[in-house]
């Protein structure tokens, strides 16, 4: 009986795989908008209803995606982050790898942040999602923590919602870029001015 079980699971991750590998290859090739779920269930060699009991829709195969890019983003920004030797440098090593999101697959991106606002509530991914965001929220919230042993932190101010708001900047940022609002060429300087600015207003240098 346990060796059923163990290659049940083994069968059953063997496809998870599959199907995120599928996935990952054709959004970021062509487009949400050109792929289908036939499409990433040939390409995975599953049947679509196979395909469906890892993901609801075709949504939820893009933010399966997307959540994977963006734990991998946050593991990569936490690391360059620790080199900086100022808070708006420390938060923009850290927020680099999701800016450099929007050029590569605008699409893609605008699909994830509108599932994440208005995606099913319960849905695994959506949460995985939010999780994804509190993740890098408390991230930024530990380098301003870390820049306390050199900045006075301005009377009133709380770190966490401080954290909070730069995130919500980010993602506002990527929203215009996406929506053609905002070139994503300037995108970097852009968001640095209102770290800047939003820094001025949570630190003090000593």
Not at 78 to 92: D, H, L, N, Q, V
Not at 98 to 122: D, K
């Amino acid at each position: 009986m346990l060796a059923t079980v163990g290659r049940r699971a083994r069968n059953k991750a063997d496809k998870q795989e599959r199907i995120f590998a599928a996935a990952e290859e054709l959004f970021t090739r062509l487009g949400y908008s050109a792929v289908t779920t036939q499409m990433i269930a040939d390409r995975a060699d599953v049947g679509t209803g196979t395909l469906f009991r890892y993901a609801d829709s075709k949504a939820e195969l893009l933010m399966m995606v997307m959540n994977e890019k963006m734990r991998l983003d946050t593991r990569e920004g936490i690391a360059a982050a620790a080199s900086g030797t100022s808070p708006t440098e420390a938060i923009m090593a850290l927020l680099a790898p999701q800016i450099h999101l929007p050029p590569a697959c605008p699409e893609n991106t605008a699909v994830y942040q509108r599932e994440i606002l208005f995606g099913t509530e319960q849905g695994q991914y959506r949460t995985e999602a939010l999780a994804r965001i509190s993740e890098l929220e408390n991230a930024i919230g530990d380098i301003l923590e870390r820049f306390t042993g050199t900045h006075r932190v301005r009377p009133g101010v709380d770190l966490t919602g401080a954290a909070r708001t730069t995130f919500s900047t980010l993602h506002m940022e990527l929203i215009r870029v996406n929506i053609g609002r905002g070139d994503p060429r300037t995108l970097t300087e852009t968001l640095r001015s209102h770290v800047d600015v939003l820094l001025y207003g949570v630190l003090a240098p000593m």
